[in-house]
């Protein structure tokens, strides 16, 4: 299929597209037992999509069911690691085979550029996917250091079942950085896609078995959290939750454990993240323009978005004329033009959850400087222009809430200590942004930030060679890297006496 290069193009692309629909089950596409259906509205226009099984506890005890059969019977957790490697490399080509048809699915459903759903969702999960599998044969066990007539083995087992909880921003993506690792290192995984955007995970799932992985290894549930959701947060034979999402679920989501089966819980959870801008930063005006793109793409809603701006006071004022300005460039238009930077909000319910905070912002006595309304209305989608509040207090709900949106925060500070007190003031601690020239400045904020990825001189910056996760609220464990690998494994430790 040829690559679209207008708005036209993928607009045809469109009317040719089936849109998948029904839960995938034991290796097959079925209805909710219930036969109930959620509907799938695209928030580019607000129509409607198509209707999604809405799988509920019969339907999460089916997926179980099937998901440990397969974990005893497939032979999935026993074949040697390269083979695994080998279907989720088949696995991997064929969803970039089906990279259009992917990332068209992804714009359509939650409303973000074309443009990113094909280099960043859809290049960044096939990526994700290869080098996951392709690290899986190279991963060791240990040998513990023992005395001459003992042998001490530790090695790594799949837990079972694991369940993966993913949330709508980037919907194949935080799936991928679940069920790579899980997958690639003996597990079956049931994936529960935000009912907001199910659409990727659905047509992913028959791909699947056509790279060979065997039925009921990977299966998915759409449907509500507080019930596909909560039947596998609540399953006595699920092993893990893996979970990305708010910190509010997240937290949920270690009390239905608890009061269960006492399963692993991962959690990525929410952020608000801190960019601080010293006056020695080496090149102020880029420094603007990555400001305004940290709160600007995915329209907001990226758990990393650098939502709280902190500038040294010298170069306060006009630094943010230069974060107003770029801005501008992220104002929204059609997802499907590939010239689009900016989109739509995932839906009309987020759109006023989002302007919510403007009123309160306003209400707050923080200075709206541009931005802070709906746009693009007569398109019946969800737009939010760019918004950006100066003068912010550090305590206010504008400084302390994840919005997930469009609205940049900015509070002034004079000294490095203030600077660190102000971006550590928060419950999250996900990722933080430091811009100076000073190297020593550099490695000193750094250290003292409390957070899981801090970036120098450049804002959301990283691949899969890094663990990626949060301090404090923003969540417990690491996506990525070969740690991951160890979120997915029990360990056990074997004693060997050696007679002598
Ligand atoms: P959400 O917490 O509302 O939902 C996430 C998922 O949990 C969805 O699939 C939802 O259906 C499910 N869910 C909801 N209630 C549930 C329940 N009671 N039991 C089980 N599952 C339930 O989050 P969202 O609005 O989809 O996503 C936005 C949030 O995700 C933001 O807070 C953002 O920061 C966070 N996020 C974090 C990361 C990270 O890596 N730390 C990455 C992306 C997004």
């Known amino acids: 299929m040829e690559r679209p290069t207008s708005q036209a193009d993928w607009q045809a692309l469109r009317e040719s597209l089936t849109l998948p629909s029904q839960a995938w089950i034991a290796g097959r596409a079925t209805a909710a037992q219930q036969q109930k259906t959620l509907a799938c509205v695209s928030p580019i226009d607000g129509q409607l999509l198509t209707q999604i099984a809405r799988c509920d ?6 997926a179980v069911t099937a998901a440990r059969q397969a974990v005893n019977q497939s032979g999935w957790s026993d074949l040697a690691p390269e083979q695994r490697k080998q279907r989720l490399q088949r696995w991997a080509d064929l969803i970039e085979a089906h990279q259009l048809e992917l990332a068209l699915l992804e714009t359509l459903d939650m409303g973000k550029p074309i443009n990113f759903s094909l280099n960043v969702d859809l290049a960044g999960s096939v990526q994700a996917l290869r080098w996951t599998a392709e690290a899986i044969d190279k991963w060791y066990g240990e040998l513990a250091p023992t005395p001459g007539n003992q042998l001490g083995l530790i090695s790594r087992e799949p837990l079972g079942v694991v369940a993966a909880i993913v949330p709508w921003n980037f919907p194949l993506l935080m799936a991928t950085w679940k069920f790579a690792p899980a997958l690639a290192v003996g597990n079956a995984v049931i994936l529960k896609p935000s009912e907001r955007s199910p659409l990727t995970a659905l047509r992913v799932a028959s791909l699947a078995q056509e790279a060979g992985i065997p039925d009921g290894i990977f299966q998915v549930v759409p449907g509500l959290g507080h019930e596909a959701g909560q039947a596998l947060a609540r399953h006595p034979d699920v092993d893990c939750i893996a ?11 270690l009390i239905d454990a608890g009061q269960t089966n006492m399963k692993r819980v991962w959690l990525e959870a929410g952020g608000k993240s801190p960019n ?33 701006l902190l500038l040294e006071a010298s170069i306060h004022d006009d630094f943010i004329d230069a ?35 403007v009123a309160i912002g306003q209400a707050e006595g ?22 950006l509040f100066a003068q912010v207090d550090a305590d206010s709900r504008l400084a302390q809430e994840e919005i997930f949106g469009p609205v940049l925060s900015v509070q002034r500070f004079e000294t490095e200590a203030q600077a660190i ?15 100076t020239q000073d190297l020593s400045r550099a490695h000193r904020v750094a250290r003292a930030l409390k957070a899981g990825s801090v970036w120098v001189n450049q804002y959301d910056a990283g691949d899969m060679t890094a663990p990626f996760g949060g ?23 074997t004693w060997i006496r050696l007679e002598v």
């Open 323 to 357: 974060v107003v300005t770029a801005l501008q460039a992220w104002q929204p238009s059609h997802p499907l033009s590939p010239d689009t930077r900016a989109g739509a909000l995932v839906d009309q319910a987020h759109l006023e959850q989002v302007l919510k905070y």
């Open 421 to 435: 007190e102000l971006a550590n003031h928060s419950i999250y601690g996900l990722a933080a942004g430091v811009w």
């Open 276 to 308: 601080l801008i010293f006056a020695d930063a080496p090149n102020l005006k880029k420094a603007a323009k990555v400001a305004a793109q940290a709160i600007a793409f995915n329209q907001g809603q990226v758990c990393t978005a650098g939502s709280r």
């Open 471 to 493: 301090y404090k609220q923003s969540g417990i464990g690491r996506d990525r890297s070969l740690h991951a690998f160890e979120k997915y494994t029990e360990t056990k430790s």
């Open 366 to 387: 923080a200075q709206l400087r541009c931005g802070g309304q709906a746009c693009l209305q007569d398109t019946g989608g969800s737009y939010m222009q760019p918004t």
């Open 243 to 253: 979970f990305t999402g708010s910190t509010q679920i997240a937290k949920q989501l």
């Open 57 to 62: 506890q019969a339907d999460v005890d089916l």
